[in-house]
């Protein structure tokens, strides 16, 4: 994490992307120090949001692109698993996408929106609204 925090926004930028997608990175440690450090929280959060809303989009690109036996395999997803998952994201539709910052659930919930082909602008909007509410109430908490 301390290479991230060298780096300030780039490194804010860099984690938060690669945070969206299945690697095990916490982007709102690097934030949290960042504010500490005394960086514009503001910013901080609108660069993390932007970074972590890429990270969800090439998610999405991957699950309208790849195979589903690719996806599978990256998402280490059974056949029964994956046809779970796509019931659930069905049941409860689009406004799922706005906890695609969840751990655990968010990556599978951005790359299963592009396997049904979600339009592209409500998965942008919903995910962009739910990223920054996170980041957002964070960099508040913390700077209180």
């Known amino acids: 994490m301390d290479i991230f925090i ?10 938060a992307f690669l945070a969206a997608t299945i690697l095990p ?9 960042l504010v500490l450090n005394g960086l514009p929280p503001l910013t901080l959060v609108l660069i ?12 999405y690109g991957l699950g309208y692109w790849a195979s589903k036996t690719v996806i599978q395999s990256w998402l280490r997803m059974s056949e029964y ?6 019931e659930r994201f069905k049941k409860y539709g689009i406004i799922a996408l706005l906890f ?3 751990p655990i659930i968010g990556d ?9 082909r979600i339009r592209l602008l409500w998965f942008l909007l919903l995910v962009t609204t739910g990223k920054f509410l996170r980041y ?3 960099a508040t908490l913390i700077i209180q």
């Open 6 to 15: 060298e780096y300030g926004y780039l490194g804010l930028f860099i984690s």
């Open 48 to 59: 993390a949001t932007l970074g972590n809303v890429l990270g969800s989009l090439t998610n």
């Open 136 to 138: 957002y109430i964070l």
């Open 108 to 116: 599978p919930l951005t790359v299963m929106a592009g396997i049904l």
């Open 100 to 102: 695609a910052w969840v």
């Open 81 to 86: 698993e994956f046809v779970r998952a796509e």
């Open 25 to 33: 990175l916490s982007s709102e440690l690097v934030l949290t120090a």
